[in-house]
């Protein structure tokens, strides 16, 4: 391992030294370097380096497809036996670049690996010299002009049957690391501009030094500023700090009626009132709940003292349950839960103390939760913890009649006693819960049918007190 990381550290060293590379769109890469294959203890190979080459094409500046091609001689650990392997990689790839200098490469696509020498069909007594399957490739770029480098690290699934007859060759993850000097060639050429103005040294740029920000002219000249945004430049206008969105005259000075409430500037003793709301006669809002939002805007304009508001008025109602924060006994209500007037969930239906535990199922002749069952049963569990103090609920258990009873008053007691931990273990009280299981007792659909029996294998909750 040490070895490894040595390999990967004089890689990244010699990265600092290698100038930059962009890409775009039509350019084609070539790389050349090294690869050091990890390969899966099933293998039992040892680790060496070897070395490759790669042929890439940007459809655009982001998106890409490659194919690389490692070579590889190795042998099995403890042995003299020589084993060779050709890796041959297709991937499209996704360049995510953090600036000119620097960015990060993600890819997928799949391997074909040819073994030869003292091969695996030979070493393993497998059936084939070839085997395949899918991968992907994280890696580093470093860079911006037409030489760069990458260091990647690359994950191939492996999947039978190319590999049939050895346990030792059965679906694995071989992981990869290479280190690549690349050359690009074509792709859109982009003009020197010193500048930075948009226009190219070679138009030629009239203004050379244009000062960074400035919009420019054809010639690359700055064009006269308008600091405010009124449409009058900054050499024109007799009002430079009009307010956003005013309307001016040909001096860069107000006019009209800016805010649109209804009363001209010349008047108006509150020129930035916000669109939609109402004013008095000088042109200056009212808000009668004192919440913050003005008459007009305000939705909900009878708002009680001190509540906390949203951008329209009417009380925020941060968990989402139809109760405003200020009337929620239970805030922090999950997402999609019923609640009551109080905001609280509401466990059962109005006049019912029971119901079936939907979805809630169990491994066959099991008392392990199917991993399903577990968001149902989360649920109940916010549900439960809001009932009122003292109620306590059973968790009833049901098997279909296929099976002895006593198997089935066992399996049933079992499975409910499984509900009751589960929710526990997710804050309910235990004093509130007990579990009893009920057999092929008190059956809700026939036992006929194999849709009646799974009918009657459930899990339910009750109320008692």
Known sequence: MTRKISVLCAAIALAATVPAHAQSKGQFQVGVGAGLPFYADTLSLDDKVGFGGRLGYMFSDKIGLEGDIFYYSTNPTGSTLDVTEMPLHGRLTYYANVNKNFGFIFGLGAVYNQWGGDSLKTYYATTTDADAGPGGLVGLRFGGGPVSFRVDLTGDYIINPFNQTSSANDSRFDLGMDAMLSFAFGGNKT????????????????CANTPLGDAVDVNGCSLPKDADGDGVTNDKDKCPNTPAGTKVDVNGCAFGDADKDGVKDNMDKCPNTPMGATVDVNGCPA???????????DKCPDTPAGVTVNATGCPADADGDGVADYLDKCPNTPAGMQVNAAGCPVLFEPGKSALVLEGVTFATNSAVLDPTSTGILDRLANAAQYNPSGSKLEIAGYTDNTGGRAHNMKLSQAR????????????VPASMLTAKGYGPDFPIDTNATAAGKANNRRVMVKQTQ
């Open 191 to 206: 003009l020197k501009d010193s500048d930075k103005d948009g226009v190219p040294d070679k138009t030629p740029d009239l």
């Open 287 to 297: 808000d009668q709940d004192a919440d913050g939002v003005f008459n007009g805007i």
């Open 416 to 427: 409910a006693e499984s509900v009751m931990n589960y929710l526990i273990s997710k804050g």
